[in-house]
C-alpha cells in the first residue's frame, strides 16, 4: 500500500521526534539538530520521551521493543546523559551516538558503548544494524508482540557505500525536473540569492552525491530483503506490519540550490511511505495526506490502544488502508513548520554574505538563515491542492502555490490569488500553529465540514467565491 506521506519539518531532528510523539514540533519543542533546540536534551527526555509511542506500547501493550540506528542528532551528548542514556519504552537499545556515519562510530548497547572501526565485514553500519535486527528475531520472545524500529542513516551524508557497490549508476544524474537550476525569481530570498546558472562543478558535485545516495540505498535493500525473508522463515511475516518511510526528503539543484532540505517545496516535505501487513490489499495506492504525525497514532492502532487517550495531534491511517475509512472525513490541510538556523558571524569562506546564514556550500550558495523561519498549510482536497506559507521575518513573505496547475511551484501566486483565499488561509495558518490534540484535526478550509468563526461576525461570506477560486 502506497500512501502521499508528508512531512512537516524538513529537517532530521524534529521530523524524528514528530514521529516518535506523534505532535507537531510546537508542541514536543524540537525545533532543529542542536541540543539548544532541544535536539535530545534533558528537557526532551524529561517532557516526551516518557510519552513516545514505543514507551506507550511496552507500558501498556505488553509489547517487546528494539530500536536499531540513528536515533536523535544530539543522542550521546555527555550534557544530555552520553551513551548512558536509554530512553524509556526500549527493551532492546542499539543507538548511534550523534549523527549519521557508516564507519568509526559508537553504538549504544543499552547503555554501554560499543566503537567500531572501519572494517566493512564488521563495522559498515547499515550491514550492523541488518545482523542486530536478525538476531533480535530469532531471540526474541515467542509469547509477547514485538515492535521493531530500524533507522539507518543511509542515504544521508557522508554516502559511503558497502565496496561491492561503489561502482553502481555510474551514469546516474539527478533529475532535470522542470525546476532544476532555475531561478526562484518570486521566491523568499534566501532561494533568490541561489546562483542560476549553476556553476558546473556544483552540477558535477550535486550528481555525483546523487549517485552515492542511491549506491548507499542498497545497501539498505539487503537490510529490508534479510527482515522480510527472518519474518518469512520465523511463520511471522502474514501477521507483521511493515512500514518504510524516512524523516525529511532532499534537494539537487531545484532552484538552483546545489543539495540540502530545509525548504518549504514538496522535494524537501515529501517522503515515501510503504506499508504491508494484515487486512492491507496489495498495489493500491492512497492520494490521502498523510503526515509523519501520524506514525505513532497509527501503529498503536495496529496495537489496539486506543489513541484517544494519548496528547498526539496525528490521526490513525490504518481504516485508510484497511478500507474501513471514508475518505470524506479524512483530513485535508495540516501545518508545515520550520524554524531557520544561521552563525552569528561571517563564514570566513564566503566573508561577503555576513552573519546570519548557515550551509553555505558550494560556490558561497546558502541553504539555511535565521528568518528561514516559516510555516504552511499545505491543502489537498476534492477542490483544491494548494500551499499556504508565511515567512517569520521583516517582509512578513508570503508564498502560495497552485499545485494543480504549478507541481514544481515555478510561480508564486500570492499577489494575484483572492484576497479572501489569502485571509482564510491565514486565519488557518494561526490556529494550526497553536493547535494541540484534538485541534489539530479539525476541518480545513477546502473541507466540506469546514466552519469559518468570522462567519459569526461577518455579514458577507463569501464561501461560493472561495470554493469556485481553485476549482
Known sequence: NKGKNILLIPLCCPSRASILTGKYPHNHHVINNTLEGN???????????????PALLQKYGYYQTFFAGK?????GNKQA??????????????????????????????????????????DYLTDVLANI??????????????????????PHSPWTAAPQYEGQFSSLKAPRDPNFNIHGKDKHWLIRQAKTPMTNSSVEFLDNAYRKRWRTLLSVDDLVEKVVKKLEVRGELENTYIIFTSDNGYHTGQFSLPMDKRQLYEFDIRVPLLVRGPNIKPNQTSPLLVANIDLG???????????NKTQMDGMSFLPVMTGKANG?????????????????????ACPILGPGVSECFPDCVCEDSYNNTYACVRTLSQTANLQYCEFDDNEVF?????????????????KTIDQEVLERMNHRLMMLQSCSGQSCRTPGVYDSRFFDPRLMFSQNPHISRLRQTLK
Open 133 to 154: 535486527s536478525i538476531d533480535f528475531l530469532q531471540y526474541k520472545s515467542n509469547y509477547r508482540p514485538f515492535f521493531m524500529m530500524v533507522s539507518t542513516p543511509a
Open 71 to 75: 536515533y536523535l542528532n544530539e543522542y
Open 398 to 414: 508570503v508564498e502560495v502555490y497552485n499545485l494543480t496547475g504549478d507541481p514544481f511551484q515555478l510561480t508564486n501566486i500570492a
Open 297 to 307: 497514532p497509527t501503529v498503536l492502532d495496529m496495537a489496539g490502544y486506543d489513541i
Open 328 to 348: 470524506s472525513m479524512w483530513r485535508t490541510d495540516f501545518l508545515v513548520e520550520y524554524e531557520g538556523e544561521g552563525h552569528n558571524v561571517s563564514d570566513p
Open 81 to 122: 546523559g552520553g551513551v548512558e542514556h536509554v530512553p524509556p519504552g526500549w527493551d532492546y537499545w542499539f543507538a548511534l551516538e550523534r549523527n549519521s556515519k557508516y564507519y568509526n562510530y559508537t553504538l549504544s548497547v543499552n547503555g554501554k558503548a560499543e566503537r567500531h572501526g572501519q572494517n566493512y565485514s564488521e
Open 39 to 53: 535536539c535530545s536534551s534533558q528537557a526532551w527526555q524529561k517532557t516526551q520521551e516518557p510519552i513516545t509511542f
